[in-house]
Nanobody, 127 residues
Framework: QVDLVESGGGLVQPGGSLRLSCKAS????????IGWFRQAPGKEREGLSC????????NYLDAVKGRFTISRDNAKKSVYLSMNSLKPEDTAVYYC????????????????????WGQGTQVTVSS
């Protein structure tokens, strides 16, 4: 059984930083693309960043480039999203997602590309 658990969300002031973690179980993370997504109230879920299984290639939504960094530690079965210079518009529930790919050298930011999802962690950016 594949299980993804996000953590690290919380309340932060504008300009602050958070580091989200996604802990996977039931899979060998080496063979999975992992994505981070978010969904704000009344808005559609959007892809923020992803990391590929084959060469840890990364992809970012333009709105978060230069502020968010994705990283993975396959040995710890964990993927991280470091978020800096947070803005009120970053407020949302943040999800990680996984899809088995074998060894793939690219990843997509489309939610339909992912098969497994965590339950999300709330990030609130407010003064």
């Amino acid at each position: 059984q594949v299980d993804l658990v996000e953590s690290g969300g919380g309340l932060v002031q504008p300009g602050g930083s958070l580091r989200l973690s996604c802990k996977a179980s039931g899979i060998t993370l080496d063979y999975y693309n992992i994505g981070w997504f978010r969904q704000a109230p009344g808005k559609e879920r959007e892809g923020l960043s992803c990391t590929s299984s084959g060469n840890n290639a990364t992809n970012y939504l333009d709105a978060v480039k230069g502020r968010f960094t994705i990283s993975r530690d396959n040995a710890k079965k964990s993927v991280y999203l470091s978020m800096n210079s947070l803005k009120p518009e970053d407020t949302a529930v943040y999800y990680c997602a996984a899809v088995y790919t074998g060894r793939l050298f690219s990843c997509l930011l489309a939610s339909y590309d992912y098969d497994y999802w965590g339950q999300g962690t709330q990030v609130t950016v407010s003064s």
